[in-house]
């Protein structure tokens, strides 16, 4: 009599290896697109964020300056050095140079055409995003947004200039 042997050959059969790259497939269509979707969302919320702690930074300086808010010039050093109380800068604290500093550095604006930039422009007149820099800023009132132009909106159709 002949013995049969119960040996079988270990793997996965050809139906099983399509089956799995078919899922895999599937999965990646599905997840793609919601990765891409958060980075710009995450690129959204970033400049949201800079915006407010620039504006709150300007609100402290003016605050602890009678009001005045720092100059346009020298909007720099003055939000990330030590200043006295008419707005003079120094890079360390001293007995006059009480103030500050504000900010580490100004951010980089992080969506948009200017994307990259951390200058900050004279906005007391002119239109966001016809000049190259990050920042649109009035000395006079204090207000900055994002020097970007009316027709560069997020996903939701808002303009960026209106952070």
């Known amino acids: 009599m002949k013995t049969q042997s119960n040996t079988r050959r270990g793997g996965f059969s050809l139906i099983e290896l399509v089956i799995v790259v078919v899922i895999i497939g599937i999965i990646a269509a599905i997840a793609i697109p919601r990765l891409s979707r958060a980075t710009a969302g995450a690129s959204d919320s970033a400049l949201s964020g800079d915006t407010a702690v620039l504006r709150n930074a300007i609100d402290l300086y003016s605050a602890e300056h009678g009001g005045a808010f720092p100059a346009v010039g020298t909007f720099d050093t003055q939000m990330t050095q030590y200043t006295d109380a008419s707005g003079g800068v120094s ?22 055409t200017n994307k ?14 016809t000049a190259t820099g990050g920042w649109f800023y009035n000395a006079s009132t204090g207000d900055i947004k994002a020097n970007l132009a009316d027709t560069e909106k997020d996903a939701a159709a808002k303009s960026y200039n209106t952070y």
């Open 91 to 112: 890079a360390t604290k001293d007995t006059t140079h009480i103030y500050g500093p504000y900010l580490r550095k100004v951010p980089a604006l992080k969506v948009g």
């Open 116 to 129: 990259g930039l951390a200058t900050v422009l004279d906005g007391s007149s002119g239109t966001p995003g």
